[in-house]
């Protein structure tokens, strides 16, 4: 993937080349970079200013630093993170998510109902409860879910009375069921209820809706898929913090002088608005992609972190014992993956991480 971005900079940057013919190779080239983040076309930006949902921007800082570099591959289990709010405005108590951008040989790997308990409301006299029972459940006959077989029990748990905020509920098997038949889809219904499921004439406990509330409060489901997507088999190593070294010191050098230069990582830095596509991305702006140049002299000392491979080839280079033998190169031996936090077709936030997009450092292979 590093290895597009390269591509992108060199083809963006034409010599001596007619307007048409440079604009050409740009597209080329961006069409290309959509293919490295699995997107046949860029996402158009929302029609209107959107706030991301909080839980989503929080997850990016979790798992990446500023430039969007994975701080430990461990934090996610699989590759992307969607968040669906509750558009469809429907009666209280009744969800339905839109999943069309989940693609079908996606893995589906864990689902979650966010809900905002809001301030319980005021009552006469003394508090009769101090929690409630919270039930989730599955619709399965879109007109009747109160029948027998018309709705089936996801997740149910007590849920106190006193304050507010989110309440996170998992609902993974009705997700894995509407994947399998989208027609299955029926939304999801919440109850409360006493303890032990006794029925309350006024619930004290009430969630926020998406036609009541504001937009930070919406109804919001949460998947965590992984796509199968993975990058090559490079050591990825301790992953790095949020500075960057300061590689390079001194002026650019000539091109004669960059051949004399030992192999080292230099910056490359990819600049989201400069492509177009500031739009649709929310974090990061940008980010240093790095890359590697300079030469692999013979003999190759262990600072230039050869191969058992490039120390033979060095040496059989240096000694003309075979024709057509060159140096070795100067490439990354160690990648780290990025993250993009960004508003898909359907302005749903998606976080999303691709492997190999960060050269960590440099070796003569």
């Known amino acids: 993937m590093l290895g597009t971005i390269l591509l992108l900079l060199a083809l963006a940057k034409p010599a001596c080349q007619s307007p048409a013919g440079t604009a050409s190779r740009r597209a080329e080239a961006l069409k290309r970079l959509l293919e490295v983040f699995g997107m046949e ?3 158009p930006p929302p029609a209107h200013f959107k706030q991301p949902p909080q839980y989503m921007v929080d997850l990016f800082n979790t798992v990446a630093n500023a430039d969007g570099v994975t701080k430990n591959p461990d934090i996610l289990e699989g590759n992307t993170v969607r968040s669906f709010l509750e558009k469809t405005h429907s009666e209280k108590m009744r969800f339905l998510f839109v999943l069309s951008s989940v693609a079908k040989y996606e893995k589906i790997l864990m689902a979650e109902l966010h809900l905002f308990r809001l301030w319980p ?27 027998p077989g018309g709705k089936k029990l996801l997740a149910a748990r007590l849920v106190s009375l006193q304050g507010s905020g989110w309440e996170v509920f998992a609902i993974t098997q009705a997700v894995r069921d509407w994947m399998e038949d989208e027609s299955s889809n029926q939304g999801l219904l919440v109850t409360v209820q006493g303890l032990g499921g006794s029925p309350l004439e006024s619930p004290p406990l009430q969630f926020a809706s998406s ?5 930070s409060k919406k109804p919001m489901l949460v998947l965590f898929t992984d796509d199968g997507r993975r990058g090559a088999s490079l050591p990825m190593g301790g992953f790095p913090g949020g500075s960057h070294t300061p590689w390079l010191t001194g002026p650019r050098s000539t091109r004669s002088l960059d051949r004399l230069q030992p192999c080292q990582k230099h910056p490359l830095s990819v600049d989201f608005e400069e492509i177009g596509w500031s739009g649709w991305i929310i974090s990061p702006r940008g980010y240093n992609a790095y890359h590697c ?29 075979s024709e057509g033998v060159s140096s070795p190169c100067c490439v990354p031996d160690k990648l780290y993956s990025i993250n993009l936090l960004y508003f898909d077709d359907d302005e749903n936030v998606v976080l999303k991480q691709y492997d190999d997009m960060v050269a960590g450092s440099c070796g003569c292979h």
Do not use: W
């Not at 009552?123 to 879910?145: I, M, R, W």
């Open 41 to 43: 076309d860029p996402p």
């Open 293 to 321: 140049k300079g030469s692999c002299p013979f003999p190759l000392g262990e600072n230039m972190r050869p191969t058992n491979h490039a120390t033979v080839q060095s040496i059989i280079n240096a000694l003309k014992l």
């Open 211 to 215: 036609r009541d509330h504001h937009e």
């Open 121 to 147: 409301r005021a009552t006469d006299g003394p508090k009769k409860h101090h929690f409630c029972q919270v039930s989730v459940y599955q619709v399965l006959a879109k007109n009747e879910p109160d029948t």
